[in-house]
């Protein structure tokens, strides 16, 4: 009997399609890639880019020249632009403000590597340093209600045809509209219980155990309970806090190791799919920004991962309403014995 | 400067690309090839799916043989069961009930390489006739809350098998999706007593830049704030929350809008994969459908979906939809 999941934090039901299960070695089905060109993204190729906002390099190199370890550049083709006040009117029965934003690039490493996985996890850990100081500075510009950082790993997942790890980073004048909702059902749940949703879901699987992919060093991966993709993981932090930018440098190094298992063992236990993962944490919290004082009670950060295993059809963008074909805890036993 | 829009339905923004807009032939799509393979929906293959459910024979012919013109079958691999009971309960502080509900698949043509555009009217009201009456059908069941019709047209857009049909979900809850729009259509309503969707096509209609085709019963454009590119809303003229309270009149005109629409695409984009969904009410139960209005959204597979999108909810599209709506007129 196929069953009906619901997400607890924002209410999202999923099928998961126990009748129709598909072993773990079924999946795996990549497009064709279209050819690689030149990489704008590697040593040497500084002038290839816009100016860099942010690096980390030897002493005494210039900018945007090599000797660099890490490397922020404004989009090449950018979604928003930083320019312009955002102008918010009306058209009818529509609404519309101008396309004002940021839209950086974060080029993880200056060998030319394409999965993360792969990386040390020294460098990791200082690819998510960059992350927390992109963040912090942009939080200063007042046009921005939220950063989103996220990565698209390979062409399936819309990396483009450059295989260079990267990450990319939003920040957007409105608050995304999907992490509204998140926000909004951990504050609900909050209110009701006076506890962290987040913690509870821990709690939970850590007792259960058959959704759990690792439980290390602070941190556990899982597969979520209602889940909307085959072996899509969640990390979570096991020591409740709102907001990844508070992360120590310790507890960045044990993120890095986490996260490098996890992206390894998806590696080769699926032949090195596709994948999105999304950082999810606590919006601006600025003055009278309308946010709720509950918020650092309420909100716990993580990273959703999500490979690309199965074509998503416009039915689940329209819909809301995703088919899973393996079940959570499959996933996680095939997983938890891949050796990586 | 690109714009952000907001939908007035379910409050959503998306990123429309104003400043560099892609064209057509900026789009790297995969396209849909024909593969040879056995296929269990074409002429004399009938007993390799499940006993079906519905057909149109135009002469009578044996259930389950060759003859038909449509043909209705539960599918194969079902994402939900029509036996059982709901039975909603929590597991710690997780939420679940059985996956109770329907699966049909309608096997819209017996040729395997003819996609709707290259079907004659009659063909296709003969499946829209179908689906309105299978709607009706499992709208008597009480235990479904929501029907959903839907197609995916080529793999690129998820069609696990090449020969065109449409899904059928019989659903004991409303999609959140779903629950949103109604929502929202609800709140303008009460706030304005009018239905948003006759407002949207009140002022598409007057601004026409956004038109594709429009008849006497229904109108095509590509919405304002579009999600795709590409995308095209068909919507029926007259408000109506139910797509099954279709007239036979009605079928006829939705027939032709279809067709035309979908050969204006192919034109532009030879072998696109798309999804289609039609968007209408809840059944057995308060629905709020008073200010609903059912509608199709057709979204053609142009794009990979990315990071920014799962993470926000925001939609990036790099052809306004004012720009689409000129290649569709001319195409």
Known sequence: MPELRKDPVIGRWVIIATERAKRPDQFGVQPQEPSEKVCPFCEGHESQTPPEIYSIRQKNTPKNAPGWDLRVVPSISPFLRIEGELDRRGKGVYDLMNGVGAHEIIIETNQHIANMSDLSEEQISKVFACYIDRINDLEKDKRFKYALLFKNYSWAAGAGAIKHSRSQLIATPVTPKRVKEELVGARQYYDYHERCVFCDLIRQELEDKSRVVLDIDGYVAITPFASRFPFEVWVLPKKHACDFTTLDPASRLSLAAVMKKVLAKLKKGLNDPAYNYVLHTAPFRRQKAGYWKSIDQDYHWHIEIMPRLTRVAGFEWGTGFYICPLPPENAAKFLREVEA | ?331
């Open chain 2, 1 to 331: 400067m690109s714009e952000l829009r907001r939908d007035p339905i379910g409050g959503r923004w998306v990123i429309v690309d104003t400043d560099k807009p892609s064209t057509p032939k900026d789009y790297d799509f995969e396209p849909q090839i024909y593969r040879n393979e056995v296929c269990p929906f074409c002429y004399g293959n009938e007993a390799m799916t499940p006993p079906e459910i519905d057909a149109v024979r135009e002469t009578p012919t044996y259930p389950n043989t060759p003859g038909w013109q449509v043909r209705v079958v539960a599918n194969k691999f079902p994402a939900l069961q029509i036996e059982g009971d709901l039975d909603r309960r929590g597991t710690g502080m997780y939420d679940m009930s059985n996956g109770v509900g329907a699966h049909e698949v309608i096997v819209e043509t017996p040729y395997h390489n003819k996609d709707i555009h290259e079907l004659t009217n009659q063909e296709i009201e003969n499946f829209l006739s179908v689906y309105c009456r299978r709607s009706l059908d499992l709208a008597k069941d009480k235990r479904f809350k929501y029907i959903m019709i839907f197609k995916n047209f080529g793999a690129p857009a998820g069609a696990s098998l090449e020969h065109p049909h449409t899904q059928l979900i019989a659903l004991p809850m409303i999609p959140k999706n779903v629950a949103e729009e109604i929502k929202g259509a609800h709140s303008y309503f009460e706030y304005r007593e009018r239905c948003l969707f006759c407002d949207i096509i009140r002022q598409e209609s007057q601004e026409k830049e956004r038109v594709v085709l429009e008849n006497r019963h229904f109108i095509s454009f590509c919405p304002f704030v579009s999600r795709f590119p590409f995308e095209i809303w068909i919507m029926p003229k007259n408000h109506s929350a139910h797509f099954c309270a279709i007239s036979a009149e009605e079928i006829k005109s939705l027939a032709s809008i279809l067709k035309e629409t979908i050969t204006k695409l192919k034109n532009i984009f030879p072998n696109l994969s798309y999804n289609y969904i039609i968007h209408t009410s809840p059944i057995n139960g308060d629905g709020g459908s008073e200010g609903y209005h059912w509608h199709i959204e057709f979204m053609p597979k142009l794009t990979r979906v990315a990071g920014f999108e799962w993470g926000s909810g925001f939609y990036v599209v790099a052809t306004p939809p004012e720009l689409a709506a000129d290649y569709l007129k001319k195409a």
